[in-house]
């Protein structure tokens, strides 16, 4: 069985509950694909990911699901239905293969996903949300965090990737604040002592208000 010991669950048992889905939900009409544990993936519980192989744009495109191991271990260790979660999210993004690969649209939380979540949730065994419903989870991992000077919003980031001198906060505009951050590991603090950004900043930066963008 292929499992490394952060994994929940084997690949193989992640391909039996795809297959099982299939043949239940889709009438056993999706292709195969691959699903796969991500240790990266940390800002959502699933993904459903379509990739050109770099060999050739004629050539079809790779397909694939993948399913957090932070977050989902985390769901595993905290409830019971842990494992229901891990079949929920293969679900959810189940759906998204089935846009993509029969419906020949785009992978969307549209009409067509809301009739498939409904159908699928009427049996009482599963738990399909419009939305990843693991918010604690995905604030526990969270490293980094900005606060809006000006209407006070925060935002969460398990990465460093906002810039206080060219982003701005997309509800008001008002310049960030970097709040101190978490070392790895530890528990995300309430986030209320500011962060001293030693790096220089010039008039000149802070007006790059066309590099802004709305998160």
């Not at 209407?151 to 709040?179: A, D, N, W």
Request: proline share 7%; glycine share 6%; charged share 25%.
């Amino acid at each position: 069985m292929s499992r490394s010991p952060d994994q929940p669950c084997s690949t193989e048992t992640l391909a039996a509950i795809w297959a099982d889905l299939n043949s239940r939900f889709f009438d056993g009409t999706l292709p195969f694909i691959d699903i796969v544990w991500s240790t990266r993936l940390t800002a959502s519980v699933g993904l459903f990911v379509t990739t050109v192989q770099r060999w050739g744009m004629n050539q079809p495109r790779h397909r694939e699901i993948r399913l957090s191991v932070p977050l989902l271990s985390r769901a595993l260790a905290k409830t019971p239905f842990g494992e229901n979660e891990i079949t929920s999210t293969l679900a959810h993004e189940m759906i998204h293969q089935w846009q993509y690969d029969i419906l020949k649209r785009r992978p969307n939380h549209g009409p067509d996903f809301l009739r498939k979540m409904t159908e699928m949730n009427r049996d009482g065994m599963l738990a399909v949300t419009m939305y990843h419903s693991l918010g604690e989870e995905v604030i526990a991992l969270t490293r980094f965090a900005w606060r809006c000077r000006q209407c006070g919003r925060l935002y969460r980031r398990q990465r460093r990737t906002i810039e206080p001198r060219r982003h701005h906060c997309g509800v008001c505009r008002g310049s960030l604040q970097e709040l101190r951050p978490v070392t790895k590991g530890q528990v995300p603090p309430n986030w209320s002592e500011p962060f001293a950004d030693r790096r220089p900043r010039s008039p000149a930066c802070l007006q790059l208000t066309q590099l802004s963008f709305t998160f």
